[in-house]
């Protein structure tokens, strides 16, 4: 038996029975407009209704910079300039910061287009739509288009990545080595992980392009890439340079890589929370995960059956499983050797070969009962993470709006308020009239002269006996600030006052 199948012998009519043409193009195409709308209101529905993260608040003050200084990256972080510099132009455009989520909301709907086309690359037009629905509705996706951040536009350049490595191995017309070059281009300068992603679909691509049509355009491709991406390593080399000193590590190990793909349909809000989860051992969290590591361990396994019962072992599917199932470990535990650690958004292209893997298998509902029955259990599970996501406080995030709101509700409208935390205490200032007193300190050890030099100023700054308010992030035991953290709060009389999801609140009086 052939390892390697067409894709053509996989959208045979045995799969897809026989309709008209007008059943052909007009009915999908319907149904693309009303799963696009979806995708659209599910990400962007209540979009403000909680206020911003302390990382939302980051990217907003690095966003108020010139335009020129954003281009030239001329900031303390290691990413690449060209999410800010979109940044700036739309929220400039619109005149607001506000604009800044919606964003991603446009950029995550975007996306839902494109694996559409991706889907037909994949399958045919007929059932496109198949990896489009699954995208659309998908949790994990749909958490990163709702917070003002670079995500949700670099999985959208990604998704373009994907779609042209399909296309470039259904077809290689000028058009698709195009897009493979200009995605990949856009993909790197919004995220670095964009290399590694690149690196797996052009070895794909550039194979079959080569194999099939000759050597020219995959050389001139790749050349016109490599171009292109000249200054990249330079400002990768440049961010390095000026990072801030308080990185906090996450490792990786096989429950995060578990976690990574359960959260795919569950997207942070099935079991228990992330809170949770950082506060009990792994073996309790994943009791705890069970019922839904079940359920979606079954919709899982069943669609990727049906996947390779409609594709074979084709290369299309053997592309899309390398740049998951095998991408995504090799990335975690090479984090682990050099330092960087593990972050789940980093990987956030990770929902499309989800959705068009999915997809592919879901395309089946018409011939196969096993595919009707993935199809209804994955999708149960998403509508109880959104529903959750919506409606179930357990699964609330940080929100320094709530934060500002519910010092004012203490009475800490006159009073001064410390920050256990730099970073912190700008996402608080956001929210902070300038009228009001608000002084932060650094918690990482390594700081100890700063933030002692912090405290006595501000003790110096107030007379014995005034009463203020401390702000701190909920730290687990297992928190390398914690220690340090803990001290300062047990030398200044700290006493906790309210608790705000990721955030806790103390009081405490100059002595």
């Known amino acids: 038996m052939a390892l390697i199948c067409s894709n053509d012998l996989n959208n045979s009519s045995e799969e897809s029975p026989p309709s008209t043409a007008e059943d052909a193009s007009r009915i999908p195409g319907l149904l693309v407009i009303a799963v696009i709308a979806l995708g659209f209101a599910l990400r962007g529905s209540n979009l403000h209704g909680r206020g911003y993260?302390?990382?939302?608040?980051?990217?907003?003050?690095?966003?108020?910079?010139?335009?020129?200084?954003?281009?030239?990256?001329?900031?303390?972080?290691?990413?690449?300039?060209?999410?800010?510099?979109?940044?700036?132009?739309?929220?400039?455009?619109?005149?607001?910061?506000?604009?800044?989520?919606?964003?991603?909301?446009?950029?995550?709907?975007?996306?839902?287009?494109?694996?559409?086309?991706?889907?037909?690359?994949?399958?045919?037009?007929?059932?496109?739509?198949?990896?489009?629905?699954?995208?659309?509705?998908?949790?994990?996706?749909?958490?990163?288009?709702?917070?003002?951040?670079?995500?949700?536009?670099?999985?959208?350049?990604?998704?373009?990545?994907?779609?042209?490595?399909?296309?470039?191995?259904?077809?290689?017309?000028?058009?698709?080595?195009?897009?493979?070059?200009?995605?990949?281009?856009?993909?790197?300068?919004?995220?670095?992980?964009?290399?590694?992603?690149?690196?797996?679909?052009?070895l794909f691509a550039f194979a079959a392009g080569w194999r099939r049509d000759g050597w020219r355009r995959p050389i001139t491709a790749a050349v016109a890439t490599a171009v292109l991406l000249i200054p990249a390593p330079i400002i990768l080399l440049r961010a390095s340079a000026d990072l801030p000193d308080e990185e906090l590590y996450a490792g990786f190990d096989l429950e995060a890589l578990g976690y990574t793909f359960v959260s795919l349909a569950g997207g942070f809000t099935i079991g228990p929370s992330m809170k949770e989860l950082r506060s009990i051992p792994a073996g309790e969290g994943i009791s705890q995960f069970l019922p839904w590591l079940a359920a979606v361990s079954f919709?899982?396994?069943?669609?990727?059956?049906?996947?390779?019962?409609?594709?074979?072992?084709?290369?299309?599917?053997?592309?899309?499983?390398?740049?998951?199932?095998?991408?995504?470990?090799?990335?975690?535990?090479?984090?682990?050797?050099?330092?960087?650690?593990?972050?789940?958004?980093?990987?956030?292209?990770?929902?499309?070969?989800?959705?068009?893997?999915?997809?592919?298998?879901?395309?089946?509902?018409?011939?196969?009962?096993?595919?009707?029955?993935?199809?209804?259990?994955?999708?149960?599970?998403?509508?109880?993470?959104?529903?959750?996501?919506?409606?179930?406080?357990?699964?609330?995030?940080?929100?320094?709006?709530?934060?500002?709101?519910?010092?004012?509700?203490?009475?800490?409208?006159d009073a001064p308020v410390l920050v256990a935390s730099n970073y912190m205490g700008a996402a608080l200032e956001y929210y902070w009239p300038e009228e009001r007193s608000l002084t932060s300190f650094p918690i990482f050890a390594h700081h100890g002269e700063q933030r002692a030099e912090r405290l006595a100023e501000f003790r110096a700054a107030h007379p014995a006996g005034t009463k203020y308010w401390i702000v701190s992030q909920w730290l687990p035991a297992d928190d390398v600030r914690r220690a340090t953290r803990d001290a300062i709060l047990a030398d200044l009389n700290a006493k906790l006052e309210a608790e705000l999801v990721q955030m806790e609140i103390y009081s405490a009086e100059v002595h």
């Open 299 to 413: 919709a899982g396994m069943t669609l990727v059956w049906q996947a390779i019962s409609r594709l074979g072992l084709s290369l299309q599917l053997t592309m899309l499983l390398a740049s998951s199932a095998l991408l995504v470990p090799l990335l975690g535990y090479a984090g682990n050797v050099s330092g960087a650690g593990f972050v789940y958004r980093y990987v956030v292209w990770l929902a499309v070969p989800y959705a068009l893997i999915l997809g592919a298998g879901a395309s089946r509902w018409r011939v196969s009962w096993a595919a009707k029955l993935g199809v209804i259990v994955l999708l149960a599970v998403n509508a109880a993470a959104l529903f959750n996501r919506a409606y179930n406080a357990r699964y609330d995030e940080e929100d320094f709006r709530a934060v500002a709101a519910k010092l004012d509700e203490l009475g800490a409208a």
């Open 53 to 202: 993260t302390a990382d939302e608040v980051a990217e907003l003050l690095l966003a108020r910079k010139p335009l020129a200084s954003v281009v030239m990256d001329e900031d303390d972080d290691r990413f690449p300039p060209l999410y800010r510099t979109i940044l700036v132009v739309w929220d400039g455009a619109w005149g607001t910061e506000a604009a800044a989520r919606w964003l991603s909301v446009v950029a995550g709907a975007l996306t839902v287009v494109v694996v559409w086309r991706a889907g037909a690359a994949l399958l045919d037009e007929r059932d496109a739509p198949w990896p489009a629905i699954l995208l659309a509705v998908c949790p994990f996706h749909i958490h990163f288009c709702r917070e003002g951040r670079a995500y949700a536009v670099y999985c959208l350049f990604a998704a373009m990545m994907f779609w042209a490595a399909l296309a470039v191995l259904r077809r290689g017309s000028r058009r698709d080595w195009a897009l493979l070059v200009g995605s990949t281009i856009a993909a790197v300068y919004t995220h670095w992980y964009a290399v590694p992603l690149g690196c797996v679909l052009w």
